[in-house]
């Protein structure tokens, strides 16, 4: 799998406890996203960075955070103050802040202890 | 903001038989529209986009239609295959507006019965 690599696959949160979900590209794609997917929901965006060092909130921030350090990585973490974090997150990129088209990575799945 | 609607929700076919999937957009100002296949356990993946200035667009088995004036698009597969069994997201935005402007479906479980 190469492209957009996330990790762990598999996660587990104990309660009150910060925990960051991985995501590298090596596309050289300028855009980057994080989505939340749960069970019988669409895809719901969380943060994205249209270039390093900036970033933005999307339609459901609350209780998450980003970085945008490095153009290759943009890791999300979900802080205590989420609520209800179990769910399965998806990065994404794309090849600049004009481009619709997304790549996604495999997946994290996130579950609360 | 854009809101999309996307039925049905779980859909059974035979093998060999056609599948149709329907999304209705409310924001008159979108003009993307692509949609995404999601197998078990893997990630979503494009299979087929159109934009506004283009009522139809096909590949191989897979086509996708598109009424304007409606605020619907569709997406067609024929000749169904056991490979075709995924969950399907459609997704509307303005194009040039930035994958962030995506506003996705809720998804419609394919099945497809041998």
């Known amino acids: 799998d190469g492209g957009i690599t996330q990790s762990p696959k598999y996660l587990f949160r104990k309660e009150g406890q910060n925990v960051t979900l991985s995501c590298e590209q090596n596309?050289?794609?300028?855009?980057m996203y994080w989505y939340r997917q749960d069970p019988g929901q669409g895809l719901r965006l969380i943060y994205y960075?249209?270039?390093?060092?900036?970033?933005q909130k999307g339609d459901i921030a609350e209780g998450y955070s980003v970085s945008r350090e490095k153009k290759e990585s943009f890791p999300l973490t979900v802080t205590s103050a989420q609520k209800n974090p179990t769910a399965f997150y998806l990065c994404?990129?794309?090849?600049?802040?004009?481009?619709?088209?997304?790549?996604f990575g495999s997946g994290t799945q996130l579950s609360v202890l | 903001g854009e809101n999309v609607e996307q039925h049905p929700s779980t859909l059974s076919v035979q093998e060999g038989d056609s599948a149709v999937i329907k999304c209705t957009y409310s924001?008159?100002?979108?003009?993307?529209f692509p949609w995404y296949k999601q197998e078990l356990g893997k990630r979503p993946q494009l299979i087929i986009d159109?934009?506004?200035?283009?009522g139809e667009k096909k590949d191989q088995r897979i086509a996708v239609t598109l009424n304007k004036t409606a605020k619907h698009f569709s997406l067609h597969i024929t000749e169904t295959q056991p490979e075709d069994s995924a969950v399907y997201f459609c997704a509307a935005s303005y194009s040039g507006g930035g994958a962030d402007g995506l506003t996705f479906g809720k998804g419609t479980h394919l099945i497809i019965q041998p």
């Open positions: 596309l050289n794609h300028d855009a």
């Open positions: 994404a990129s794309s090849m600049d802040r004009g481009d619709e088209k997304l790549f």
């Open positions: 960075s249209q270039i390093v060092n900036d970033f």
């Open positions: 924001d008159s100002a979108s003009n993307y």
């Open positions: 159109i934009r506004s200035n283009v």
